[in-house]
C-alpha cells in the first residue's frame, strides 16, 4: 500500500526546435510545424512452389518519408541560403538536422536526427490582399535515414 503510482502524461508536441548543423542563427530554430518522421520497411513477396493459400513477405528495406517544416518567411536565413543554392546553382552540400521534443523545463525529451538532408522542394504561400495572414515558407527536405536519442 506504500507503493505511489505516478500517473504518465505523453508529451505535447508544440514545444520544439529544429537545428541545423549549417546554422547558428536562432531564427532557423524555429518552425510552426513539423512532419515527416516515419519510417517503414519495403517488402518482397516470395511465393512458394506449392503453396497458393499465401505469399512470405520479407523486409527488404526501410524508406522515410520527406522531412516538411513550416515557417514564417524569414527574408534573411542560412537555411533558406542553403537552399536557394541547390535551386540556383545545383550546390547540393548535405546537412544534418536534430528535431528536439521539449518539456516544460526546455530539456530535451526526444530527439530525431536527421541524417545527410539536402532540399527537395521551396514553397511560399498564396500573396493575398484580401487576407492578412503571414506569409508562410515550406521547406521539404529529402534525407537517408533519422536516428531516435
Known amino acids: 500500500m506504500s507503493e505511489k503510482t505516478i500517473d504518465y502524461y505523453p508529451p505535447l508536441g508544440f514545444y520544439y526546435k529544429v537545428e541545423f548543423d549549417i546554422s547558428k542563427?536562432?531564427?532557423d530554430l524555429r518552425f510552426q510545424s513539423v512532419s515527416g518522421l516515419s519510417v517503414e520497411y519495403d517488402y518482397?513477396?516470395?511465393k512458394e512452389g506449392g503453396e497458393n493459400r499465401f505469399e512470405h513477405k520479407l523486409p527488404?528495406?526501410?524508406?522515410y518519408t520527406d522531412l516538411v517544416l513550416k515557417r514564417g518567411m524569414l527574408?534573411?536565413?542560412t537555411v533558406l541560403n542553403w537552399f536557394l543554392d541547390a535551386?540556383?546553382?545545383r550546390a547540393f552540400k548535405p546537412a544534418n538536422v536534430s528535431v528536439i521534443l521539449m518539456n516544460e523545463k526546455s530539456e530535451a525529451l526526444r530527439t530525431?536526427?536527421?541524417v545527410h538532408a539536402?532540399?527537395?522542394k521551396w514553397l511560399v504561400s498564396d500573396l493575398n490582399a484580401n487576407e492578412s495572414a503571414v506569409v508562410i515558407e515550406t521547406l521539404e527536405l529529402t534525407y537517408r535515414y533519422f536516428s531516435i536519442l
Open 112 to 114: 530525431w536526427n536527421v
Open 25 to 27: 542563427d536562432k531564427n
Open 44 to 46: 518482397e513477396s516470395f
Open 87 to 89: 535551386f540556383n546553382h
Open 118 to 120: 539536402i532540399p527537395k
Open 60 to 63: 527488404v528495406r526501410t524508406k
Open 75 to 77: 527574408t534573411n536565413s
